[in-house]
């Protein structure tokens, strides 16, 4: 890479000449048990999702059997109780609130960060500040979960109050006191964690931009900011979405840092900074220890939903990638 | 460029891989006592354990009598090196669950077996059922954080307005009532309850509801079924979010409001003298109780809203469950001989020095009596 910033080979190089196609006779032992693996390994990933969808789709069966609430309006979730009542309205509110709170927050840091590193950054510092990020993502939910409950939410209340002095009539940000352990407060914290994984996609689609566009924008006059404006950000469009949708990924299904930090409960509430809500994943972890077989078919039946809810997040990334077929961070 | 992206698949699989330990690691200890985890007093002497039996004995089931377990099983250990004792936490459920799937000797748990439950021991019993042995009792304490305020007394329907936030100021006029001498100050009240489900919740809101039906007109259960207040995971969860929010208050096991150096609510209960949340008081509080099992069971019913002087009456009971008849052959030695140094004088002494409480003279003897006659 340190080679391609100084000489500035055109991209047609970097891609692999296409290999001549060998004749069956000449195929080697090597090559059929390599496609012989790979192919395996595609099927394999097939079978293993098809048989957690499966898996999750028959208790899920046997839970809503005997759901006396309706499971995707009622707020509540009484699932080890006799009759059982439970519904999922409250925290596929909660999940999909908090990533995007997540998301609005950690995205614009992170393509920042992508492009002080690739393209503002002496190397001196890109480097070290890369292994930086990197390390931010090997940090365990756990520990940032303890973070936040411990050091974030005893000094977030200062904040909330000032967010509900000027934006407080908007009902969003309203905020009546007291520990400050809401669905904002998760979103932060999530932030945090899916960082760096947007981070370091989105600098490596930035690092992959033609060297040809940048310096035809720089012969045109244009300023470093005009040049990324014209030719880093479109080229890198697809490709930060993409890295938007991997830490979105992990945003929807993070389970420790959101039990630990969140003051659950089974309301839906206008004000994003008051305590309440929940998510699929902290909502598991929280119940299945006293679970019943009831409550766990419940508990497994929520996930069914996350399942769902993240497959079309992934769905619909793909396709707006899709649209743009020059370069695609997901195919990379 | 290719290098570069091996190295950072690498870094994010190194990452995933912490997470998911760090995940199964912190699955397992929701409820460990993070103060007094394990520490069994030296001074016990294991110079009466009768160690019969050897290998491996496992049992599972309710975290809140992890610490009793684990200092038994220190100085059972210490006497019986033949056998080992193994007791996981998972949760009462967890515990009956396996139980009942003949994978354990025996399970912990913080209610007593429900019918059906009895109905399908009979499956791992052979010739017998399941039965409930009462070993452990916990005073669940009620810790405030109001700075300021040192003493505290509140009365059952006064605690149930504050947890279901029909009171929402510490100032209000009926803890003013109760607390004469006390400057309450203006602030908000918090009020923390377990967003997982648990026997000490169950154990809290049945509480409430027996002793103030009218103003906790709640089913008593493990999940939390008011509205308001605020939430956390275990009770070490709630208990240190009430050491550091001011105005909170929230229910724990007594030993970690003692862990983390917070003030506990005396009750109200109609006594002469409002009863502190002690070891001694609890014990007092499970004397008041009854043994409702019959057919050899041990299952007890407490009498919430007991006016005895210094019975305490928020107290978990937790049982160890093993079959009356038709145990394995092969643990029921060993098994025998630790559920007889748990309930012995020795074993149960050992309790109040980890803030639990004994149980009463009354019931332990039944109790030995049965684990002597378990086949």
Known sequence: ?332 | MKLQRTNRLRALSVGALAVTSALVLSACGSDDNTTQGGDSPESAASGNIECQGEGNLLASGSSAQKNAVDAWVQNYQRACPDTKVNYNPTGSGAGIQEFLQGKTAFAGSDSALKEDEVEQSKEVCEGGKAINLPMVGGPVAIGYNLSGVEELVLDAPTIAKIFDTKITQWDDEAIKKLNPDVELPATKIQAFHRSDESGTTDNFTTYLNEAAPEEWPYEPAKAWAAKGGQSANGSAGVATNVAQTDGAIGYFELSYATGNDIDTVKLDTGAGAPVEATVENSSTGIAAGKIVGTDGDLAMELDYSTKEEGAYPIILVTYEIACDKGNKPDKLEAMKSFLTYAASEEGQDQLAEIEYAPIPDEVITKVREKIDSLS
């Open chain 1, 1 to 332: 890479m340190k080679i391609a910033d100084t000489i500035a080979p055109p991209p047609q190089q970097e891609l692999p000449p296409q290999a001549p196609k060998p004749s069956k006779s000449a195929r080697h032992r090597g090559d059929r048990i390599f496609l012989g693996l790979s192919r395996g390994s595609g099927i394999a990933l097939l079978v293993i999702m098809a048989a957690i969808a499966a898996f999750l789709t028959w208790r899920t069966a046997n839970a809503l059997a005997v759901n006396e609430g309706n499971f995707f309006t009622t707020f509540d979730w009484n699932a080890n109780a006799d009759p059982p009542v439970f519904g999922i309205a409250v925290l596929a509110f909660g999940t999909v609130v908090s990533s995007v709170i997540a998301m609005a927050l950690a995205v614009p840091i992170a393509v920042g960060i992508a492009l002080f590193i690739s393209h503002y950054a002496p190397r001196r510092l890109a480097t070290p500040l890369g292994y930086v990020i990197d390390l931010l993502a090997a940090v365990p939910s756990i520990v940032y979960g303890l973070w936040g409950a411990l050091f974030l939410v005893p000094h977030l209340s200062g904040l909330f109050y000032w967010m509900d002095d000027y934006l407080g009539w908007t009902g969003v940000f309203d905020y009546s006191g007291g520990a400050a352990r809401s669905l904002f407060t998760v979103g932060i914290v999530l932030a945090i964690m899916i960082l760096p994984i947007v981070t370091n996609v989105s600098r490596e689609v930035f690092l992959q931009v033609p060297k040809m566009h940048e310096e035809a924008a720089l012969a045109l006059g244009a300023t470093r900011w005009e040049v990324i404006r014209m030719s880093v950000l479109p080229f890198g469009r697809s490709g930060v979405i993409s890295a938007s949708m991997l830490g979105l990924g992990r945003a929807l299904g993070e389970t420790m840092a959101v039990a630990t930090v969140l003051s659950p409960s089974f309301v839906i509430k206008l004000s994003l900074l008051d305590p309440g809500g929940g998510t699929f994943a902290q909502n598991i972890a929280a119940g299945f220890n006293e679970a019943g077989d009831v409550g766990r078919d419940a508990l497994i039946a929520s996930g069914l939903v996350l399942f769902v809810i993240t497959l079309v997040v992934n769905g619909g990334a793909r396709m707006i990638i899709a649209r743009r077929k020059e370069y695609s961070g997901a195919n990379a």
